[in-house]
């Protein structure tokens, strides 16, 4: 059937069932333009930092991010004569800071890794929970 503006004149009831259907297809148009919260669409993953070791986490962590250039056959060339292979090593830049400034890259330390993305905030959050329980050799 085609409606014209003749037929709704006439046909009241033909207006009625146009109103309706009008108003159920913006109802729905509109339904899908709530404004979401983008933790509400994107959950972030939840950082777990209740089990943060030396051995499974930080050492590790390390080795794969520092030891390019501190390690021990490139760390007096490339890596700012920082030795950072093995637990005791890392005491030269946890007392001071530095390890946790470095890698947060907040401005006060050369930003770390050098030549590459900063490490991911869940990351950062593991490494500081490990600081905060007092750098246990786990």
Request: with cysteine; aromatic share 10%; hydrophobic share 40%.
């Amino acid at each position: 059937m085609v409606f014209t503006i003749n037929s709704f004149i006439m046909k009241p009831i033909n207006l009625l069932l146009f109103l309706i259907s009008a108003g159920f297809a913006v109802t729905t148009m509109l339904s899908g333009c709530y404004k979401h919260n983008v933790e509400e669409l994107y959950p972030l993953e939840a950082c777990d930092t209740v089990l943060v070791s030396y051995s499974a986490i930080i050492e590790p962590l390390i080795r794969e991010n520092c030891y390019d250039c501190h390690n021990s056959v490139n760390y007096k060339s490339n890596g700012g004569n920082l030795l950072l292979e093995g637990y005791s090593n890392l005491f030269v830049v946890i007392p001071d800071g530095t390890l946790l400034s470095s890698v947060s890259q907040d401005g006060k330390t050369s930003r770390m890794p050098r030549n590459a993305p900063k490490l991911d905030d869940c990351t950062i959050l593991k490494i500081k929970e490990w600081l905060d329980q007092g750098f246990p050799n786990n």
